[in-house]
T-cell receptor, first 115, second 112 residues
């Protein structure tokens, strides 16, 4: 079991470019969660998806950010027209159902740096 | 609002015991998690409590008191590799779903 796979591990973008972050959940997991982590702010929930459905996007900024989890392929977090404030670690977690009693499994994260 | 408090930093000695506290004020409590996160790495699951009492798992134990909105993580026989950030997270109701609210983490330094 390869665990939750995120790529790239590190991503550098210039202001105004687009960033695409990928997450493949653990085998058998159909629920995906994206989090953003800043050193002084801890982990912040962004969005919760199931296959082809966005279940809860209450943590997503209203503009420039979008997420999808297609029927085939990884979940994608897309940030358009990146700004310096988007620099952070973005973690993806997966679970086998929506009420896991044994925690969520996290990927290694993507560290986005906007220059 | 939702609020989770834990100490920012703690220091302990190799071989000793350390207790990391977490207090929370949330709505619709549905369980409390502890995660360990080493610098630059992903959080890894340590423990889950939904009922009051102590859950023991090897060198790590976690305690919950729902009436007091309080939990602690107890680490015994500390090892250098236990130096990490320890995150407390509470699962709360969010409409028809549930989500995790995270504390800022407690950075533990284990000294020889």
């Amino acid at each position: 079991n390869a665990g939750v796979m995120q790529n790239p591990r590190h991503l550098v973008r210039r202001r105004g470019q687009e960033a695409r972050l990928r997450c493949s959940p653990m085998k058998g997991h159909s629920h995906v969660y994206w989090y953003r982590q800043l050193p002084e702010e801890g982990l912040k929930f962004m969005v919760y998806l199931q296959k082809e459905n966005i279940i809860d996007e209450s943590g997503m900024p209203k503009e420039r950010f979008s997420a999808e989890f297609p029927k085939e392929g990884p979940s994608i977090l897309r940030i358009q027209q990146v700004v310096r404030g988007d620099s952070a670690a973005y973690f993806c977690a997966s679970s086998p159902d929506k009420r896991p009693n044994y925690g969520y499994t996290f990927g290694s994260g993507t560290r986005l740096t906007v220059v | 609002g939702q609020n989770i408090d834990q100490p920012t930093e703690m220091t302990a000695t190799e071989g000793a015991i350390v207790q990391i506290n977490c207090t929370y004020q949330t709505s619709g409590f549905n369980g409390l998690f502890w995660y360990q996160q080493h610098a630059g790495e992903a959080p890894t699951f340590l423990s889950y409590n939904v009922l009051d009492g102590l859950e023991e798992k090897g060198r790590f134990s976690s305690f919950l008191s729902r009436s007091k909105g309080y939990s602690y993580l107890l680490l015994k026989e500390l090892q250098m590799k236990d130096s990490a950030s320890y995150l407390c997270a509470v699962r709360v109701n969010a409409g028809n779903n549930r989500k995790l609210i995270w504390g800022l983490g407690t950075s533990l330094a284990v000294n020889p």
